[in-house]
């Protein structure tokens, strides 16, 4: 969210390129999926066992263990999620069986993501 305003103010500038009729477009900057609250900082130890099953320590070492199985984040399609959140939304699925679309909402990503990162991170 926090690229909202740049990204009407990018719309505004093709907007006032296209009434000028300079020709060509401006390439708009791809969205990055980030955590709006990252759970290692923002939670305190016993609210990210609760919700991950898993000590903040024990997350971190699964996640440097699995990272080179990971796609990164800098890949050419779609929107891509970085590799920590892609194991904390699967491990989150796997520990509290919540439904995918609602697990989706919390890390603002689509139900077709959080199934892709079940998939990735399940066969990592």
């Given at each position: 969210?926090?690229?909202?305003?740049?990204?009407?103010?990018?719309?505004?500038?093709?907007?006032?390129i296209?009434?000028q009729?300079?020709?060509?477009?401006?390439?708009?900057?791809r969205?990055?999926?980030?955590?709006?609250?990252?759970?290692?900082?923002?939670?305190s130890?016993?609210?990210?066992?609760?919700?991950?099953?898993?000590?903040?320590?024990?997350?971190?070492?699964?996640i440097?263990?699995?990272r080179d199985?990971?796609?990164?984040?800098?890949?050419?399609?779609?929107?891509?999620?970085?590799?920590?959140?892609?194991?904390?939304?699967?491990?989150?699925?796997m520990?509290?069986?919540?439904h995918?679309?609602t697990l989706?909402?919390?890390?603002?990503?689509?139900q077709?993501?959080v199934?892709?990162?079940l998939?990735i991170?399940?066969?990592?």
């Amino acid at each position: 969210m926090a690229d909202y305003p740049d990204y009407w103010d990018q719309v505004d500038l093709e907007n006032e390129i296209d009434a000028q009729g300079i020709v060509g477009r401006v390439r708009r900057r791809r969205r990055v999926v980030t955590d709006s609250m990252n759970p290692f900082t923002a939670m305190s130890d016993a609210e990210f066992f609760y919700r991950f099953r898993l000590k903040k320590a024990s997350m971190s070492d699964l996640i440097e263990e699995i990272r080179d199985q990971l796609p990164a984040a800098n890949d050419l399609r779609g929107c891509p999620v970085p590799p920590y959140l892609q194991t904390l939304i699967a491990i989150r699925c796997m520990a509290t069986g919540d439904h995918q679309r609602t697990l989706g909402d919390c890390h603002d990503v689509s139900q077709t993501t959080v199934s892709e990162c079940l998939k990735i991170v399940s066969r990592a």
